[in-house]
């Protein structure tokens, strides 16, 4: 079977390697090609893919309570036991995974482009734009993220969306930064002097030329940043402010568990554990991607 | 070592309190469970300091001191660990970026010891990165102890950010985030001027 398969793959792994490429497609592919074989050679990195698109069976709902069998022991029917209200635990961190990449997903996608659009901006343009860009920058820069979210949380009420736009509004600024810093050593090279002088607009040379140019170092950035998002919003979860309750969010289940830690400990120690993994497979991915994107290696 | 600072740089710092207080303190009973001091000594020594630590010993009352220690050791130790892991990560990259420059190669050519090029020539330039780095990870210090506190039942700054924002108290927590951002503005003024002896290219 395996050998039938490579066997009928064979042509396409020879057109996928093959020394002169004869078309911009196959030369795109190739690039892409070998960039997939140096990512799937780390098989941290591969452990991060799998840790992120594998949480999607769960047993029970996360939300039936079923009160005769509150706290029960990891047995057959609940792999990791039940909690305070009778619900499956395995099943609410399966659900409370969705709740988690959630708010990864969404703060990932705000912070991207946001910090990008920041740094290239104020790079490019330089003089009192920059100089106000980058103040700003260094306003949110200078509190510690989960603090800055926590304000951010009490004055907009806590509640999902709440913590997303504030994990949001307090990690944007380091990829701002790395935007700019990016920018500045692109600014001076020949090819913008050389689209500039054809005559492009700023705006064409900021989203076509510069931006573009950033995109993987940023796209790193944003990687790893999501292993920090999914700590904060665990914390925020913690102490009440995230996801509220029914949702299931691991967070705040690890908040409850608290209460029956002595003689529950499973309770606590399987949310965290998947926070574990999470963040730990967050920062694997962003370290392989890293590893494939860098181009010095 | 690279492991054991990726996990402490992943793990949520408030389940490592839970898991250490249900294995040190409940398991093992080798630590004080939560709080500053067992209640059975609480207010036991008079104020001078405000550090229990250091009170017990000014009185001279060696087992307020020893419970005081049992208490504050586990959380320190796991604060402690998370920036510990984000220290010893970003050391890591900063030496691998300089043990890879040219300078390294010609000290080495040179005759020197690989252990006095190591420290005496790469480590003095990653110096000046880690106290940036230091000074960052104080903030995450701060960060966590808002965590570590809750889990802890310690009566601190976190405790009563946590408790302020739990009772819907703006003025309480807009103080306490302008504390921290000050404290966080000086560290870097104080990585800044650390700079001038750290750098001679900034003399």
């Not at chain 1, 009778?86 to 961190?93: C, N, Q």
């Not at chain 1, 492009?200 to 993987?216: D, E, G, N, Q, Y």
């Not at chain 2, 420059?101 to 000290?107: K, L």
Request: hydrophobic content about 55%.
């Amino acid at each position: 079977m395996t050998v039938q398969s490579f066997e009928r793959s064979a042509p396409l792994r020879s057109w996928l390697l093959a020394e002169a490429p004869e078309s911009g497609f196959q030369a795109w592919s190739q690039s892409f090609y070998l960039a997939w074989l140096r990512l799937a050679g780390n098989p941290l990195a591969v452990l991060g893919v799998i840790v992120l698109l594998a949480a999607w069976i769960a047993t029970h709902s996360p939300f039936e309570q079923v009160l005769a069998e509150r706290l029960q022991r990891p047995s057959a029917a609940h792999w990791l036991g039940t909690d305070e209200l009778g619900r499956d635990v395995f099943s609410r961190i399966v659900y409370g995974a969705r709740t988690t990449l959630y708010i990864v997903g969404l703060v990932a996608v705000i912070v991207g482009p946001i910090g990008l659009c920041i740094g290239a901006t104020a790079g490019y343009l330089g003089g009192w734009v920059e100089a106000l860009l980058m103040r700003i920058t260094d306003i949110f820069l200078s509190f510690p993220s989960l603090i800055l979210a926590l304000a951010f949380v009490s004055a907009l009420g806590p509640s999902l969306d709440n913590a997303i736009i504030a994990i949001a509004l307090s990690s944007w600024p380091g990829i701002a930064r790395l935007a700019r810093a990016e920018t500045l050593t692109i600014r001076s090279s020949d090819y913008v002097d050389a689209v500039r002088v054809m005559g492009a607009s700023t705006p064409r040379i900021i989203f076509k030329h510069v931006m573009p140019m950033c995109l993987p170092s940023v796209v790193v950035r944003v990687t790893l940043s999501m292993a920090s998002v999914a700590l904060t919003a665990a914390g925020l979860g913690f102490l009440g402010l995230g996801a509220q309750p029914p949702t299931p969010e691991w967070g705040a289940m690890l908040s409850t568990a608290r209460q029956y830690l002595l003689e529950h400990w499973y309770l606590a120690a399987m949310p965290g554990l998947a926070i574990l993994t999470v963040s730990l497979a967050f920062n694997l991915f962003g370290d392989g991607l890293r590893d494939m994107l860098n181009p010095r290696s | 070592m690279r492991l054991l600072s990726l996990v402490g740089h992943s793990v949520p710092i408030f389940w490592l309190g839970l898991m250490g207080l249900i294995i040190f303190y409940a398991w093992l009973g080798w630590v004080g469970g939560s709080g500053r001091v067992d209640i059975f000594y609480l207010d036991a020594v008079p104020r001078r300091t405000g550090m229990l630590l250091v009170d017990s010993l000014l009185a001279g009352d060696w087992d307020v001191f020893v419970s005081a220690f049992r208490h504050i050791i586990l959380p320190a130790l796991l604060l402690g660990y998370s920036s510990m892991a984000y220290i010893s990560r970003m050391t890591r990259s900063f030496m691998l970026d300089q043990l890879g420059q040219e300078y390294v190669t010609t000290a080495r050519v040179k005759g020197l010891s690989r252990r006095r090029v190591v420290w005496g020539h790469a480590f003095r330039n990653v110096l000046v990165q880690l106290a940036t780095i230091v000074a960052i990870s104080y903030g995450g210090l701060l960060e966590g102890a808002v965590l570590t506190e809750t889990v802890f039942a310690w009566p601190g700054f976190g405790q009563y950010l946590t408790t302020a924002l739990m009772i819907g108290d703006m003025n309480a927590v807009l103080a306490c985030t302008l504390i921290v951002g000050l404290v966080f503005i000086c560290l870097n003024l104080i990585t800044d001027l650390l700079y001038r002896f750290l750098d001679p290219r900034t003399r």
